[in-house]
């Protein structure tokens, strides 16, 4: 079992900043990709971005070039800075990580979400 711990979420104002973090618990299994969701209300979760533990990235393309994800492997710790925050981007965000159990099965893990809140 890996635990998610997020951190970093609130409210900003438009054009603001914020940075996420992910903490998961230690595993003897490798963690790859891990990721930040978000999920607004009354729409679907979307993926936002991604990371493989060889610094492969993914981005939405409402995000590509005003987000940033970055990994830090030593503590299974992913985070996702913001920047240029539009009303838009206000969603519960949700980490991901993807355990390799072995070479042919993997779970994949949720955080219990934080709040991003982009006022006009």
């Known amino acids: 079992q890996v635990q998610l711990v997020e951190s970093g979420g609130g409210l900003v104002q438009a054009g603001g900043s914020l940075r996420l973090s992910c903490a998961a618990s230690?595993?003897?299994?490798?963690?790859?990709?891990m990721g930040w969701y978000r999920q607004a209300p009354g729409k679907k979760r979307e993926l936002v971005a991604s990371?493989?533990?060889?610094?492969?990235?993914n981005y939405a393309s409402s995000v590509k070039g005003r987000f940033t994800i970055s990994r830090d492997n030593a503590k299974n710790t992913v985070y996702l800075q913001m920047n240029s925050l539009r009303p838009e981007d206000t969603a519960v965000y949700y980490c991901?990580?993807?355990?390799?159990?072995?070479?042919?099965?993997?779970?994949?893990?949720w955080g219990q979400g934080t709040q991003v809140t982009v006022s006009s």
């Open positions: 230690a595993t003897s299994f490798s963690i790859n990709p």
């Open positions: 990371i493989t533990s060889g610094g492969i990235t």
């Open positions: 991901n990580a993807n355990v390799l159990i072995s070479t042919q099965r993997s779970m994949s893990y």
